[in-house]
């Protein structure tokens, strides 16, 4: 349920021995769910961005921290942000990656809790989906869960500074989990690689039971809170993700959360109907992201947006 990040130069070593999302900042926690499509710019051109991709539709958590909000934000750090975002954006990507295209950025939600749940093909998947879903594509700063063996040394310096924060994605602790939770509860916007390691294969592999627990139990603990789950496939034209390749993100349609806990007699849904939920939303999860991964190549339910409407 974790993930790795991107080497931050033109080669395959990475910078200062890390990899790192471009996370950071504060995201929008409040208002309407008005859907915007917006563009990111990496290359010398703009990657398009294309509406029209569509998906198929536990443990209890303790006591709420005492000043969760305070250490929530003290987990971002704006400096560390803005300096790695540009960085990124207009010298890493540009000269490592042909084009970088992006499908269905409609479905992503600019507010409220959400859970991105992206297929896992490299080490680039982190650091992309900050363009992807992040600032430039939604005004948001996401956070990302990851596995503990990259939390150590300066690079778990950073990444904790940039919204990270670690678990064991095959036996996740009650301590990661109820990370998770207060994120969600926050509002924030929340990346986990549900199948939990990088696969090359191109197929979707078994998805870990984590993000399930994370998101019942955030809507469970607050039945107002609207928690989303967004389907998101990685491709590359290369699998190995050489330097000049290809990239592209195809997004799906969120699955609301509360659908899953809603019962005939409208009653708190007990153990085992949270228990159901949960495999219910893993399986529709794990429908989407295989649906989307089939539609590599497919363009023609597509249009590109106006160019008026990318981001400079």
């Known amino acids: 349920m974790g993930g790795g990040f991107a080497p931050m130069g033109g080669g395959k070593a990475p ?4 990899k790192a999302p471009m996370g950071g900042g504060k995201a929008p926690i409040a208002g309407a769910k008005s859907p915007r499509t917006q563009d990111m710019e990496t290359t010398g051109r ?33 400096l560390v942000a803005a300096l790695l975002y540009p960085l990124a954006k207009y010298l890493v990507l540009p ?11 409609h479905h992503l939600p600019t507010v409220g809790p959400v859970i991105l749940a992206p297929t896992h093909r490299s080490r680039w998947d982190g650091i992309l989906m900050c363009f992807v879903a992040g600032r430039y594509a939604t005004g948001r700063d996401l956070r ?22 670690a678990i064991d994605p095959d036996r ?26 990088i696969f090359r294969d191109g197929a979707v592999h078994p998805l870990k039971g984590g993000l399930a627990r ?30 000049g390749c290809a990239m592209e993100a195809v997004i799906g349609n969120p699955l609301p959360v509360r659908a899953y806990l809603e019962s005939p007699n409208h009653g708190e849904p ?28 497919d363009r023609k339910a597509a249009a590109p947006i106006p160019a008026d409407r990318t981001v400079a």
């Open 270 to 297: 007990g153990h085992r109907d949270r228990k159901a939920a949960a495999a219910h939303l893993m399986a529709d999860l794990a429908a989407a992201l295989t649906h989307l991964n089939d539609r590599q190549g």
């Open 144 to 165: 990302f869960m990851v596995t503990a063996n990259e939390m150590g040394g300066l690079q778990g310096w950073l990444l904790r500074r940039i919204g990270c924060f």
């Open 214 to 243: 994370m998101a019942i139990q955030a809507e469970l603990r607050r039945p107002d809170l609207g928690v989303q789950v967004v389907p998101i496939a990685f491709h590359y034209d290369d699998p190995e993700v050489g330097r």
């Open 46 to 78: 703009s990657p398009q961005i294309i509406p029209g991709a569509t998906g198929e539709p536990g443990a209890q958590i303790g006591p709420r921290s005492r000043d969760r909000g305070a250490d929530l934000a003290a987990r971002v750090h704006p």
């Open 172 to 197: 996740p602790s009650i301590a990661g989990i109820r990370r998770g939770v207060q994120l969600l509860e926050a509002g924030e916007a929340l990346t986990v690689f549900p199948e939990g390691d």
């Open 95 to 105: 000269r490592y990656f042909r084009s970088l295209r992006v499908i269905g950025a």
């Open 15 to 18: 910078m200062g021995g890390g």
